[in-house]
């Protein structure tokens, strides 16, 4: 059926002109030749081409602009603060030194006094309370020892602006006394950071005559 189509179409434009012909030289519609020979025109085109969009195209009409893409969003700035005023308060440790027990019993139980210089200074605008620092030795955590805590060994509270030095005090034993006499070293945690230090080993501790 397909090598029909164009001798159908050729048959049917010469048909249209002649139409067109006649209605011109007979005077009856200048109008009608003019429109059917225009319809010919239209309808001749290229054998076996549609100017027609198939089923399931896009036809884009208008003038075609670039759009450039979307910028990426700006790089997320990282930012670290700490809240509070505590986190304004510089601690140092001056010094630290580990006393063993020198009678049999503090021995036995592997018994030692450690003493710490430290220094904190209040950098913020306000009054901070620094907590009862913590002697970290491996694993064992021990307190400052309450029943020599005086106003020279806490640090307590902090006006604006003040510096405070003060002497620590810790009672170890058993396997902490152990492990610091052989590392020389430990830490502290003091306004809630933890501060490495290293020590020196003093003379036992003799009970008063």
Do not use: Y
């Not at 010919?40 to 198939?54: M, Q, R």
């Not at 990282?78 to 630290?96: E, F, H, I, N, Y």
Request: no cysteine; aromatic share 2%.
């Amino acid at each position: 059926m397909a090598p029909r189509q164009p001798r159908a179409r050729a048959f049917l434009r010469g048909l249209i002109r002649f139409v067109a012909l006649i209605a011109v030289a007979g005077g009856t519609g200048v109008a009608l030749g003019a429109g059917l020979s225009q319809l010919a025109d239209e309808d001749a085109v290229a054998p076996g081409v549609s100017d027609a969009p198939t089923s399931g195209s896009t036809v884009l009409t208008g003038v075609a602009t670039s759009v450039a893409p979307n910028p990426p969003p700006p790089p997320a700035t990282a930012t670290t603060t700490t809240a509070g005023a505590l986190g304004q308060v510089d601690v140092r440790v001056l010094g630290a030194i580990l006393h063993p027990a020198g009678t049999a019993e503090g021995k036995r139980r592997r018994r030692a006094r450690l003493t710490m210089r430290v220094q904190a200074i209040n950098e913020s605008g306000s009054t901070v309370t620094i907590a009862t620092p913590v002697l970290a030795v491996g694993s064992v955590r021990i307190r400052t020892d309450a029943a020599a805590e005086t106003a020279a060994t806490r640090l307590g509270e902090l006006a604006a602006g003040e510096t405070k030095t003060v002497t620590l005090r810790f009672e170890l034993q058993g396997e902490a006394t152990e492990k610091v006499t052989i590392d020389r070293r430990a830490r502290v945690v003091i306004a809630g950071r933890a501060l490495a230090f290293r020590l020196t080993v003093g003379a036992p501790v003799e009970p008063p005559s």
